[in-house]
């Protein structure tokens, strides 16, 4: 028995999160795809488990006997609307066969573009694009439920996260582009506020609200530091890098062309006002209920970024 499963715990925020709960003394149990290697991910006593979340008799045995289920598992963004409606499902059968709290960490796609300035939790939920308006389908299936009584829904929204493990193109290829001296890219406007967030402080915040009674069944917003350009952040990683700053942008068109070769790029298409405009969130609720919460500074996440980086 696991007082907490993480799905999805090879990724950059369910392998933050296991950590923290392992070197806590917790019972966890990580499920991911291929264990394989997967150790070295994670600090202290770990059950290490095979499941495929599409895959519902591997799901359940998975989760046998928890009491909170992290959902941390996602798919490229090429494959959202054909693989995660059937993952979600399973996830929310398995939370409710549990009854446990189902912990759903995720991100502000479903607003579409931003009508106000700090953007708060009541936001219009405008989302027109496919992955914006699974987003709210899937967050309605969870909070109807919640609202039944079969499950306890925490649900922080957090910004765009890197840090150590977080590998994806966009973050993963700043760091390696900064230490191996080659040109980094920003999407969309390279001077617009953009909230980011160290995935080890987005990790910490998933926990604290999924340990704190009253947290459940309302969105949370867990902004980090505070924005920083694209051009700043670039600047910063290269500088701690050692290097000169070498920095591109890749504008709406140039992913268009890019995405006639890769499918992922080209869904990138309908979350580019992200980039393209001010991203901003406002943290207010979170933070008068966590006075106590620091945010990691920019400049200490990104040296221990690119310290991972220079490992693996």
Same mark, same amino acid.
């Given at each position: 028995m696991a007082g907490s499963v993480v799905l999805g715990a090879s990724g950059g925020l369910g392998a933050a999160i296991v950590r923290i709960l392992a070197e806590r003394g917790e019972e966890v149990r990580a499920a991911v795809?291929?264990?394989?290697?997967c150790s070295d991910l994670f600090n202290g006593n770990v059950e290490i488990v095979q499941s495929d979340a599409d895959d519902a008799a591997s799901l359940e045995e998975a989760c046998r006997g928890t009491t909170r289920i992290f959902h941390c598992v996602n798919v490229p963004y090429s494959r959202w609307t054909e693989a995660l409606p059937g993952i979600n499902r399973n996830i929310l059968e398995v939370a409710r066969r549990n009854r446990a709290t189902l912990v759903f960490p995720g991100n502000v796609y479903g607003y579409g573009p931003f009508q106000s300035l700090p953007v708060r939790e009541d936001h219009p939920r405008a989302a027109t694009g496919p992955k914006?308006?699974?987003?709210? &389908?899937?967050?309605?299936?969870? @909070?109807?439920?919640? &609202?039944?009584?079969?499950?306890? @829904?925490?649900?922080?929204?957090l910004p765009d996260f890197y840090g150590p493990n977080v590998t994806n193109p966009l973050f993963g290829g700043i760091f390696r582009a900064a230490l191996d001296g080659k040109k980094a890219y920003w999407p969309g406007n390279l001077d617009q506020p953009h909230d980011l967030i160290f995935i080890t402080d987005a990790a910490q915040a998933t926990v604290l609200l999924s340990e704190t009674p009253g947290a459940e069944g309302q969105t949370w917003h867990v902004p980090g530091p505070g924005p920083v350009t694209g051009r700043e952040f670039l600047t910063l990683v290269f500088q701690a890098a050692g290097g000169r700053p070498r920095i591109g942008v890749w504008k709406r068109n140039l992913l268009r062309i890019i995405g006639f070769f890769q499918p992922d790029v080209r869904e990138l298409d309908e979350i580019l006002h992200q980039f393209e405009r001010p991203y901003v969130l406002d943290g207010s609720k979170f933070a008068a209920r966590f006075p106590d919460f620091r945010f990691t500074p920019h400049e200490r996440a990104v040296r221990e970024t690119l310290d991972w980086f220079r490992t693996h």
């Open positions: 795809r291929r264990p394989a290697g914006g308006r699974l987003r709210n &389908e899937t967050e309605e299936a969870f @909070l109807k439920a919640h &609202e039944s009584g079969d499950i306890r @829904l925490v649900l922080p929204r």
